[in-house]
């Protein structure tokens, strides 16, 4: 069984402050590494991917991997109230097209 | 403009029903996938297609069929078997974003069921 571990939370940040959500996953072929944002009642929406070691900018947002330490994280910069959502990360393996989901993290923005 | 659409996005059904969620997808995408979450839950695979007629269970496949007979729609039947149905559904489709690059999964709306 291959898992994904998530903080559920609530985290909660200040309005301009860094969100950091963090995931570990137990499996170490894992190739490919996604954060989605889900709203209350909404879909998740993708909105970062990372496939090697190191950072990946964009805008507000940087998803870090580190595959020796099997850990994907994601830093929210400026925080903003339509921030609040939970977080979810998912890992695919190297084979097959399975995707696996942690339970995410529920971030709240306090103005 | 490419996505995924389901259909209802409400759908109530009375004990002892089978009903059938919508999925479909204009993005050329080969695979699709069924997932359910529950309140404050991660999502759960249900089932999944890799290319149009196959289809393979997930971790919790008990209770649903699919069939896949077009690469654009992949419908998933909630039947009586489902001693719990009453959940959040979600379609999704694995493909490179705007036909290039990585293979990404990205999801529709979703179809909230309600059992009476």
């Known amino acids: 069984q291959k898992e994904v571990e998530q903080n559920s939370g609530p985290l909660s940040v200040p309005e301009g402050a860094i969100a950091s959500l963090n995931c570990t996953y137990s499996?170490?072929?894992?190739?490919?590494f996604f954060w989605y944002r889900q709203y209350s009642g909404k879909s998740p929406e993708l909105i970062m991917s990372?496939?090697?070691?190191g950072d990946k900018e964009d805008g507000r947002f940087t998803a870090q991997l580190n595959k020796a330490s099997q850990y994907v994280s994601l830093l929210i910069r400026d925080s903003q109230p339509s921030d609040s959502a939970t977080y979810l990360c998912?890992?695919?393996?190297?084979?097959?097209?399975?995707?696996?989901f942690g339970t995410g993290t529920s971030l709240t923005v306090i103005p | 403009d490419g996505g995924i659409t389901q259909s209802p996005k409400y759908l109530f059904r009375k004990e002892g029903q089978n009903v059938t969620l919508s999925c479909e997808q204009n993005?050329?995408?080969?695979?699709m996938y069924w997932y359910r979450q529950d309140p404050g839950q991660g999502l759960r695979l249900i089932y999944y297609?890799?290319?149009?007629?196959?289809?393979q269970k997930g971790d919790i496949a008990e209770g649903y069929s699919v069939s896949r007979e077009k690469k654009e729609s992949f419908p998933l039947t909630v039947t009586s078997a489902q001693k719990n149905p009453t959940a959040f559904y979600l379609c999704?489709?694995?493909?490179?974003?705007?036909?290039?690059?990585?293979?990404?999964?990205?999801f529709g709306p979703g179809t909230r069921l309600t059992v009476l």
């Open positions: 993005l050329n995408h080969d695979a």
């Open positions: 998912a890992v695919r393996p190297n084979t097959g097209n399975q995707f696996y």
């Open positions: 297609s890799q290319i149009v007629n196959d289809f």
């Open positions: 999704a489709s694995k493909g490179p974003r705007h036909g290039l690059g990585w293979h990404e999964q990205f």
């Open positions: 990372i496939y090697s070691n």
């Open positions: 499996d170490r072929v894992s190739q490919s």
